[in-house]
T-cell receptor, first 115, second 115 residues
Framework: AQTVTQSQPEMSVQEAETVTLSCTYDTSESDYYLFWYKQPPSRQMILVIRQEAYKQQNATENRFSVNFQKAAKSFSLKISDSQLGDAAMYFCAYRGPPGTYKYIFGTGTRLKVLA | GAVVSQHPSRVICKSGTSVKIECRSLDFQATTMFWYRQFPKKSLMLMATSNEGSKATYEQGVEKDKFLINHASLTLSTLTVTSAHPEDSSFYIC???????????FGPGTRLLVL
């Protein structure tokens, strides 16, 4: 069975600095999708970034980028130039091959941004 | 694009009554919708998956007679908590996925309090 592990329950970063949130997963599939979602205090889940496993190039979205290491089954999120609005719970999620729709979520990492 | 709404955002009810929560995809057709439950400071727990026009698939341990799910159209799914008890108090989140998409888009959630 697939699993997603976020080993950092909480992280802190100084405003304008860079922070990396870790995520590892386990699967026997070769084609799958990985996601990072942000859940601020409003509790609205917001898609941060998405990675298709067949793509070797790491996904980037403005200040957010991932380090996708397929062989190591690692999918970390790097937030550059951290802002106060980045403070939130961050969830890593795995979705299997096309035709499967369920996500498997990690337990989340709470990110605090210090002014 | 890809906006999902939920209504109500907050509901308080008496024990023994039923509560209906609506989930709508506003600008796309949702072939599949998901219902999650989230306890404080915890990850999302998938309750069920629903496809338009067919019966929902419930996760192990979720009572289908208690949590009735209807996916009547490509833009609307409803979750009815029947004979609610205080232990049903929680935060319920829906998500939707469009045809050919890999990404779930989430509603803002509904906070249910059963007295």
């Amino acid at each position: 069975a697939q699993t997603v592990t976020q080993s950092q329950p909480e992280m802190s970063v100084q405003e304008a600095e860079t922070v990396t949130l870790s995520c590892t997963y386990d699967t026997s599939e070769s084609d799958y999708y990985l996601f990072w979602y942000k859940q601020p205090p409003s509790r609205q889940m917001i898609l941060v970034i998405r990675q298709e496993a067949y793509k070797q190039q790491n996904a980037t979205e403005n200040r957010f980028s991932v380090n996708f290491q397929k062989a190591a089954k690692s999918f970390s999120l790097k937030i550059s130039d951290s802002q106060l609005g980045d403070a939130a719970m961050y969830f890593c999620a795995y979705r299997g091959p096309p035709g499967t729709y369920k996500y498997i979520f990690g337990t989340g990492t709470r990110l605090k941004v210090l002014a | 694009g890809a906006v999902v709404s939920q209504h109500p955002s907050r509901v308080i009810c008496k024990s023994g009554t039923s509560v209906k929560i609506e989930c709508r995809s506003l600008d796309f057709q949702a072939t599949t919708m998901f219902w999650y439950r989230q306890f404080p400071k915890k990850s999302l727990m998938l309750m069920a998956t629903s496809n338009e026009g067919s019966k929902a698939t419930y996760e192990q341990g979720v009572e289908k007679d208690k949590f009735l799910i209807n996916h009547a159209s490509l833009t609307l799914s409803t979750l009815t908590v029947t004979s609610a008890h205080p232990e049903d108090s929680s935060f319920y989140i829906c998500s939707a996925i469009g045809r050919g998409s890999e990404t779930q888009y989430f509603g803002p959630g509904t906070r249910l309090l059963v007295l």
